[in-house]
């Protein structure tokens, strides 16, 4: 006969793997007692998985043609962008990433508002900023390749439209500079100056940024003109330049 490997009882599932992943079962499943039981195909919940991804593409791409950032932007790589999405929503209060956490996505909220936080050194939660429609978070994680070195929580009832990073990896040009362009917007939020510009303003400064790789020991010289710099990854530490001795010093 054959031996039972483990049971289920009421209100257990099985084959979740199976219907993931595409896999077959890889063990008979045998009725030990007459009952009953919800079956699910693989085709249903492929089917029930297109539908969701149609609505929410629509969704997010409502909000990406409505929202300021994206005015002058081209409808297909709006769309483009929209596809690589999914929508999740989040309760007042409701953890989105946690410091720490190993999840790999960006997110931009669609809905709500979001506290960008972290934990000072008594331990104690301190809110950085808070994020609005149209901010993105989660793009540390992505951009460093390490866990996410923030934590985000919802601050009333929030969407947030994720996308993962197996999906940015496939995105055209395009729409991976439109997913660019909100991570700046973002990081530019905070900065006092930003507000007193106007969209056309901030649109150009934006466009006008320069992704440049530093190795360990490159310098900005004090000769440099002035510049902004947004820190994409690593690290870079100020710091003043060595004085020039004085003529008859020893």
Known sequence: GIAPITAF???????????????????????AEAGQIWRCSSSTFESCLKIMKFRHRKQILAFL???????????????????????????????????????????????????????????????????SCGSVLGHFG??????????????????????????????????????????????????EFWARLTAAQQRLVIQSFEYTTLDVGDVLTEDSPPTLLLVAKGTIKPSEPPRSPRHGSI
């Open 9 to 31: 009882d009421t209100g257990d599932s099985f084959g979740d793997s199976a219907i993931l992943y595409g896999s077959e079962f890889g063990v008979a499943v045998v009725c």
């Open 65 to 131: 043609i409505d929202h300021p950032w994206y005015a002058d932007c081209d409808h297909d790589d709006l769309g483009s962008l929209a596809s690589a999405g999914a929508v999740l929503e989040f309760k007042e209060a409701q953890s989105i990433i946690s410091p720490g956490d190993k999840s790999m996505f960006v997110g931009i909220v669609l809905s709500g508002e979001v506290s960008l936080n972290c934990r000072d050194s008594h331990n104690q939660v301190e809110t950085l900023h808070t994020l």
């Open 142 to 191: 992505v951009l460093n390749g390490v866990s996410q070195q923030f934590g985000a929580t919802s601050r009333v009832d929030t969407a947030v439209a994720v996308f993962p990073k197996s999906e940015l990896d496939d995105l055209d040009s395009p729409a991976e500079i439109l997913l660019r362009d909100a991570i700046l917007r973002t990081a530019m939020a905070p900065l």
